[in-house]
C-alpha cells in the first residue's frame, strides 16, 4: 500500500473511531443545552424525546481527521471555515429553533465564504450535445450559481433528514461515490476530505439508526450537505468539468429530486416553500405500509444505485452522462406520478382478481 492509499486509509479510520467515540458525549451536551427532538406534529415519526446534536460528532471526526491529514491550501480553508460557520448555526437552531429566514441568511454567508476562497463553479457542460463547444463560462454569475448550488444542497440534505439513520446513510453514500471518483480523476485532496466524511458519517450510524439513540439534527444534516455541496464543487465542477453537469446530479440525486418535487408540491397547492408538510419520498414509503428499516433501506438503494452510476460514468463522457440523467429524469417522474396515487386505490388494484381471459 502506497502512502496516498494509507493516508486515505487513516484519515477513514481516525473521522470513524472519532465520530463514534463523540457521540455519547453530544448526546451528554445535547441534555445539558435542551437540544431534543420532540414529537409534535404528524411528520415526526419517533415518539419519544431524542436528543438531536449528533451532528457535533460527525464535524468533529470530520474536521480532526481533515487538519491531520489534509493539506490546508486556500480552498480547503474557506470549506473549513464556511463549515464551522454552518455548524454553529446549527447548535443554535437546535437549541432555539430559528426562523427560516434567519438561516437562510447566514448560509448564504457562510456560502459566500467558500466562494470567495477560490471554489466557485465557473463553468458547466454544454447541454447541446451539438455544440462545438464542451463547457459554458458562467463569468460574473460564477458566484451566483454557486451560492444557489450550496444552500440548494445544504437544504436537501436537511429536508431528507426523517427517518432514523436515512441522511447520514444517504450521505456516507455520496461521500463514497465522490471518494471513489476523486480518486478516478486524481484529486487526492478531495478522496482525503471525502473519507473523512465517510468516516464520520458512519461512526455516527451504529447511533443514528432505527430505533434512533440520537439524531444528528440541523447541526449535521446542513453540515454534511454544506460539506458535500462544496467538495463535489472543489472535486467535479472543477476536476472533471466534461461531466460537471452530470455526475453531481447523480450522486445527490435523492435530496434533489425529494427537495425539488416539495418545492413543485407546495407552489401547486399554494403555500409557503417553507412550510413543512408530510409528503417526502419517505413518509409516502412510509404511508404505504412499509416500515422504517424498509423505507431507509429502499432509498439507501435508489441512492446508492446513483451513486454507483455516476462512477461509472466518470469515464464515460458528457454525452452518456446526459442520456442517463434523462433517463433518470423519466423514472423519478414516472415514480412521483404513482406515489401520488393513493394507497387506497394501490390496495384496490393489486387485490383485484386475475383476468380470465
Known amino acids: 500500500m502506497d502512502y496516498q492509499n494509507l493516508l486515505l486509509v487513516f484519515s477513514f479510520i481516525v473521522s470513524f473511531l472519532v465520530a463514534f467515540a463523540a457521540t455519547p458525549l ?9 437540544a431534543i427532538d420532540i414529537p409534535k ?14 451532528g457535533l460528532a ?6 480532526i481527521s481533515a487538519i491531520s491529514f489534509v493539506q490546508i491550501d486556500k480552498a480547503i480553508q474557506g470549506i473549513l471555515l464556511g463549515s464551522l460557520v454552518i455548524v454553529i448555526l446549527g447548535v443554535i ?12 441568511v447566514v448560509q448564504i ?13 465557473d463553468f458547466l457542460t454544454n447541454p447541446n450535445i451539438f455544440s462545438s463547444e464542451r463547457l459554458i463560462s458562467l463569468g460574473y454569475w460564477a458566484i451566483p450559481v454557486t451560492v444557489i448550488w450550496i444552500i440548494g444542497i445544504t437544504n436537501a440534505v436537511n429536508l ?26 486524481g484529486e487526492t485532496t478531495i478522496a482525503l476530505l471525502t473519507a473523512a466524511i465517510a468516516g464520520a458519517c458512519l461512526g455516527f450510524l451504529p447511533y443514528n439508526f432505527n430505533p434512533a439513540k440520537i439524531f444528528m439534527g440541523d447541526t449535521g444534516s446542513t453540515f454534511l450537505g454544506f460539506v458535500l455541496a462544496t467538495v463535489s464543487i472543489q472535486g467535479l465542477f472543477k476536476g472533471y468539468a466534461v461531466i460537471s453537469f452530470a455526475v453531481p446530479l447523480l450522486i445527490l440525486g435523492l435530496p434533489i429530486f425529494d427537495t425539488g418535487y416539495a418545492i413543485l408540491r407546495r407552489l401547486l397547492s399554494g403555500k409557503s416553500i417553507m412550510e413543512a408538510d408530510r409528503g417526502h419520498l419517505h ?3 412510509i404511508d404505504r405500509g412499509f416500515s422504517q428499516k424498509q423505507t431507509v433501506m429502499i432509498l439507501y438503494t435508489m441512492s446508492g444505485i446513483l451513486g454507483i452510476s455516476a462512477v461509472v460514468l466518470t469515464g464515460s463522457g458528457a454525452f452518456r452522462a446526459m442520456i442517463l440523467v434523462l433517463s433518470v429524469l423519466v423514472f423519478v417522474v414516472a415514480g ?8 387506497a386505490e394501490v390496495a384496490e388494484v393489486s387485490e383485484e382478481e386475475p383476468s380470465k381471459e
Open 26 to 34: 453530544a448526546k451528554i451536551i445535547a441534555h445539558k443545552i435542551g
Open 41 to 54: 406534529d404528524e411528520r415526526r415519526v419517533h415518539k419519544q424525546p431524542i436528543p438531536r446534536l449528533g
Open 58 to 63: 460527525i464535524f468533529y471526526g470530520f474536521i
Open 93 to 104: 437552531d437546535d437549541v432555539k429553533q430559528l426562523k427560516a429566514k434567519v438561516k437562510l
Open 109 to 121: 454567508f457562510a456560502a459566500l465564504i467558500v466562494a470567495f476562497h477560490g471554489v466557485r463553479i
Open 160 to 185: 431528507v433528514d426523517g427517518l432514523d439513520g436515512l441522511a447520514t446513510g444517504i450521505s456516507s453514500i455520496a461521500s463514497l461515490s465522490l471518494l471513489f471518483i476523486s480518486l478516478l480523476v
Open 283 to 285: 413518509h409516502r414509503l
Open 336 to 343: 412521483a406520478k404513482y406515489m401520488n396515487v393513493p394507497a
